[in-house]
């Protein structure tokens, strides 16, 4: 890769390392609003200023009030990291911390509610940058220490802090600590099993963004839909979603709008190919065939590089925004504008996607400097099952964004390092990415977690619900889907996973 070259260790000479240290929590007392006050000026913490605290008195949701503490952390120079932790009255005993989403992290209020209202400490943080733009990485701009805190540090110094600040508020050490999260927080939980095995007993990680190929698909999948006349609208790629769906809906014996088994599933697009008169409205014309064919075809390099996870068949109406299929879309991709992505990608500021390809570019996009820091694909989870940890994997087969078979392949190889016993993997069928979708995409993880981690009780078959549509399905462990059996066909004890 030629051009405007980017010197990573010039960048990174004073940001790639350190921690906060395990500094002795502060001990307070008194009743929860003098605790939360005083918590505004503690000092023993390392590397930490506690800029705000406040008390918090929710209206409903199942909430009871509870101390919002807002920190900055800064283990090494030029790291501002903000944490925010929530810690309710009513305590379970437990904390939970939170991933991010896109190129950013999440302090939300919102994002806190279901842990809230469950009684857990929740531990969020920005991941490094106040930006909030999910889908803009503009901020990674000649900013390696917030690379790397993005990459992983931000969630390891929000755990290790954490844990001071709950001992501090409650007079003790939390029974348990879980991390949750989905996409980047996905990935982010991942990290946490990788880089920082003690930073928690039990972890969720939905729909991983684990590595750049689902950055650079998106660029290869830009390519398939910028061939001459191979641009598809948004409406005409819903009347393929149909056509799909009704080739492969029925094959698990119920017909109700989701493939269960989309890797099975072999309808082609030219069943939609434009004949003499036809409207072009609801016909595919031969440039068009082709790029949708292409969009369902996993493509790997001679060496067995993956370099495009195949979309499925019957997922085509969620491709946009992750998908670009217009012109006018395909900037606005939530994973196309790479931007200041391009030089920490393929170490060079103007290489031009347009020109890359799989087989010469692909491997190189995963040996990067910044591949190292923010990749999360190492199967050995060796460190985080010897202390007990345990990992609860899930994706919906129908995500458009990164491709469950990422996720499979990921779950495979960790099973083979370090057998199955501490990880478990949901694919859901019809399922956007995390959640949407025709499918059933909620369930009940944290309780599952709780169970193994607390009580040693491993998680079989589990059931999922799509609350839009009022109907559950069993949540199969991979590579399982559901198929109907009789009975009720809203009820996921009419399903059996096989």
Same mark, same amino acid.
């Given at each position: 890769?030629?051009?405007?070259?980017?010197?990573?260790?010039?960048?990174?000479?004073?940001?790639?390392?350190?921690?906060?240290?395990?500094?002795?929590?502060?001990?307070? *007392?008194?009743?929860?609003? $003098? +605790?939360?006050? @005083? /918590?505004?000026?503690?000092? &023993?913490?390392?590397?930490? #200023?506690? %800029?705000?605290?406040?008390?918090?008195?929710?209206?409903?949701?199942?909430?009871?009030?509870?101390?919002?503490?807002?920190?900055?952390?800064?283990?090494?120079?030029?790291?501002?990291?903000?944490?925010?932790?929530?810690?309710?009255?009513?305590?379970?005993?437990?904390?939970?911390?939170?991933?991010?989403?896109?190129?950013?992290?999440?302090?939300?209020?919102?994002? *806190?509610?279901?842990?809230? $209202? +469950?009684?857990? @400490? /929740?531990?969020?943080?920005? &991941?490094?940058?106040?930006? #909030?733009? %999910?889908?803009?990485?503009?901020?990674?701009?000649?900013?390696?220490?917030?690379?790397?805190?993005?990459?992983?540090?931000?969630?390891?110094?929000?755990?290790?802090?954490?844990?001071?600040?709950?001992?501090?508020?409650?007079?003790?050490?939390?029974?348990?600590?879980?991390?949750?999260?989905?996409?980047?927080?996905?990935?982010?939980?991942?990290?946490?099993?990788?880089?920082?095995?003690?930073?928690?007993?039990?972890?969720?990680?939905?729909?991983?963004?684990?590595?750049?190929?689902?950055?650079? %698909?998106?660029?290869?999948?830009?390519?398939?839909?910028?061939?001459?006349?191979?641009?598809?609208?948004?409406?005409?790629?819903?009347?393929?979603?149909?056509?799909?769906?009704?080739?492969?809906?029925?094959?698990?014996?119920?017909?109700?709008?989701?493939?269960?088994?989309?890797?099975?599933?072999?309808?082609?697009?030219?069943?939609?190919?434009?004949?003499?008169?036809?409207?072009?409205?609801?016909?595919?014309?031969?440039?068009?065939?082709?790029?949708?064919?292409?969009?369902?075809?996993?493509?790997?390099?001679?060496?067995?590089?993956?370099?495009?996870?195949?979309?499925?068949?019957?997922?085509?109406?969620?491709?946009?925004?992750?998908?670009?299929?217009?012109?006018?879309?395909?900037?606005?991709?939530?994973?196309?504008?790479?931007?200041?992505?391009?030089?920490?990608?393929?170490?060079?500021?103007?290489?031009?996607?347009?020109?890359?390809?799989?087989?010469?570019?692909?491997?190189?996009?995963?040996?990067?400097?910044?591949?190292?820091?923010?990749?999360?694909?190492?199967?050995?989870?060796?460190?985080?099952?010897?202390?007990?940890?345990?990992?609860?994997?899930?994706?919906?087969?129908?995500?458009?964004?990164?491709?469950?078979?990422?996720?499979?392949?990921?779950?495979?190889?960790?099973?083979?390092?370090?057998?199955?016993?501490?990880?478990?993997?949901?694919?859901?069928?019809?399922?956007?990415?995390?959640?949407?979708?025709?499918?059933?995409?909620?369930?009940?993880?944290?309780?599952?977690?709780?169970?193994?981690?607390?009580?040693?009780?491993?998680?079989?078959?589990?059931?999922?619900?799509?609350?839009?549509?009022?109907?559950?399905?069993?949540?199969?462990?991979?590579?399982?889907?559901?198929?109907?059996?009789?009975?009720?066909?809203?009820?996921?004890?009419?399903?059996?996973?096989?």
């Amino acid at each position: 890769m030629t051009g405007r070259t980017v010197s990573w260790a010039v960048l990174c000479a004073m940001g790639l390392a350190g921690a906060a240290g395990a500094a002795e929590a502060p001990s307070l *007392a008194g009743s929860p609003e $003098a +605790r939360c006050a @005083a /918590l505004q000026g503690a000092t &023993g913490f390392a590397n930490t #200023t506690i %800029s705000r605290t406040q008390r918090v008195l929710p209206a409903g949701g199942g909430m009871a009030p509870y101390c919002e503490v807002t920190a900055t952390i800064s283990p090494v120079p030029g790291s501002k990291i903000t944490a925010v932790y929530r810690l309710p009255d009513n305590w379970n005993g437990k904390m939970l911390g939170l991933g991010g989403g896109g190129w950013s992290g999440n302090i939300t209020t919102q994002a *806190a509610q279901p842990g809230l $209202a +469950r009684g857990y @400490a /929740l531990a969020q943080t920005d &991941g490094g940058h106040p930006q #909030t733009d %999910s889908s803009n990485p503009a901020w990674t701009l000649n900013n390696p220490v917030a690379v790397t805190d993005f990459a992983h540090r931000a969630i390891h110094e929000t755990a290790v802090l954490g844990k001071q600040v709950v001992a501090s508020f409650y007079g003790r050490a939390a029974n348990r600590n879980y991390f949750q999260g989905c996409s980047t927080g996905g990935r982010m939980a991942l990290m946490e099993t990788q880089r920082y095995p003690d930073d928690y007993e039990g972890v969720i990680a939905g729909a991983p963004v684990y590595t750049l190929l689902v950055q650079s %698909s998106n660029v290869v999948r830009d390519q398939i839909f910028r061939a001459p006349g191979a641009e598809v609208g948004v409406a005409l790629m819903k009347k393929v979603n149909a056509a799909a769906v009704a080739a492969c809906d029925s094959s698990d014996g119920l017909a109700d709008g989701v493939v269960n088994k989309p890797y099975a599933c072999k309808w082609d697009p030219s069943a939609m190919a434009c004949k003499a008169g036809a409207d072009p409205a609801s016909c595919l014309t031969p440039p068009q065939v082709k790029a949708i064919r292409q969009a369902y075809t996993t493509v790997k390099t001679r060496s067995g590089v993956v370099g495009n996870y195949g979309l499925t068949r019957g997922s085509e109406a969620g491709w946009n925004p992750f998908v670009p299929t217009l012109y006018s879309h395909a900037r606005h991709s939530l994973n196309g504008s790479l931007g200041e992505l391009v030089p920490l990608m393929f170490g060079d500021a103007d290489f031009p996607m347009s020109q890359f390809n799989i087989e010469k570019h692909q491997a190189a996009v995963h040996q990067t400097p910044f591949a190292r820091e923010y990749e999360a694909s190492n199967p050995d989870l060796s460190r985080f099952f010897r202390r007990g940890g345990k990992l609860l994997m899930w994706h919906g087969l129908d995500d458009p964004g990164p491709s469950a078979l990422g996720t499979a392949d990921y779950f495979d190889r960790a099973v083979k390092q370090n057998g199955a016993d501490n990880i478990r993997f949901y694919g859901l069928p019809g399922v956007y990415h995390c959640g949407g979708g025709p499918g059933a995409d909620q369930i009940d993880l944290i309780t599952a977690l709780e169970q193994w981690v607390e009580q040693g009780k491993a998680p079989g078959e589990l059931v999922a619900k799509n609350t839009r549509a009022g109907f559950e399905r069993p949540a199969c462990q991979w590579p399982k889907t559901p198929r109907y059996t009789s009975g009720d066909a809203k009820s996921a004890a009419s399903f059996r996973c096989e």
